[in-house]
């Protein structure tokens, strides 16, 4: 089987460069290239002089639709507005595509939705391998206990992050609401300030802390009357996301138009 042409918009910012140094040097794949957007002093340079090695004979391009014909699958990490242009040229040209990105309002989220019933898509807050496997243990813990157990989350991030709660707070919230079988849009307390009143039964509460160049800290606190179990996630490097996403980008070549997430790509769906 021929390798796995993998591009990356996006090409030059942190997680950008992480992946293409991942792709490089995966076995079974190959960069097929990168976009910036118009205007970067990137665009039209060698991506191998982004990694500070030996030319790929490849350019920097500000065209993501020539990426998308390129590639076999494209990754995404950018930002929502660009996400969901680079949604729909995947649905239009049948190139698979792999989304990182956070801070997805309802309306985007449903219009990504939409894109994946032409083309694969693996959507995943996080892709790390830890955080999903902490999701599914979330899940089944909420399930096991009685609303008795208040539920707080609480993550970290640089202070470089534009969103907040982080997706993966968000999808640690998701996973605890479903085990308890409730929405968490009903649930969910993100921002307590002032006189608050005493917590309320069945909460699922939010902490965000910004600082530093903390990659992403995750804890999920089941608390009641004499005990407090707490599960924790901590990323020390990005290539956890970036070898998560490469993973993913191999596995969806070739897969049925869908939605789908890293608890498909790992199994564990």
Not at 12 to 21: A, F, I, P
Not at 89 to 103: D, F, K, M, N, Q
Not at 162 to 182: E, K, M, N, Q
């Amino acid at each position: 089987m021929s390798d796995t042409k993998i591009g990356v918009v996006g090409c030059g910012g942190r997680m950008g460069r992480m992946l293409l140094k991942v792709i490089a040097g995966r076995e079974g794949c190959t960069v097929a290239g990168g976009t910036e957007q118009a205007g970067s002093d990137l665009v039209g340079r060698d991506l191998g002089a982004l990694l500070e090695g030996a030319a790929l004979g490849v350019t920097v391009v500000d065209d993501p639709a020539a990426l998308f014909n390129a590639a076999h699958v494209v990754i995404d990490f950018t930002a929502p507005a660009a996400t969901l242009l680079h949604a729909g040229i995947a649905a239009e040209s049948g190139t698979p595509l792999v989304i990182g990105t956070t801070g997805f309002e309802t309306a985007q989220q449903e219009a990504i939705h939409d894109a994946a019933k032409n083309v694969g898509i693996v959507h995943a807050a996080n892709m790390s391998l830890g955080v999903n496997l902490l999701l599914s243990l979330v899940e089944q813990v909420a399930g096991a206990l009685s609303p008795d157990y208040d539920i707080e989350i609480v993550e970290m991030h640089h202070r470089h992050k534009v969103d907040a709660p982080s997706g993966t707070a968000l999808a640690l919230g998701h996973a605890a609401a479903a085990g308890r079988g409730v929405d968490l849009e009903d649930a969910a307390q993100r921002v307590r300030d002032g006189i608050t009143g005493p917590r309320r039964r069945g909460d699922i509460g939010f902490a965000t802390l910004r600082g530093g160049d903390v990659v992403g800290d995750h804890s999920v606190v089941f608390a009641a009357e004499g005990e407090r179990i707490e599960m924790t996630h901590k990323a020390s490097s990005r290539d956890v996301f970036a070898q998560g996403a490469v993973t993913a980008a191999q596995w969806v070549q070739g897969k049925a138009p869908g939605y789908y997430t890293m608890k498909d790509v790992l199994g564990l769906a």
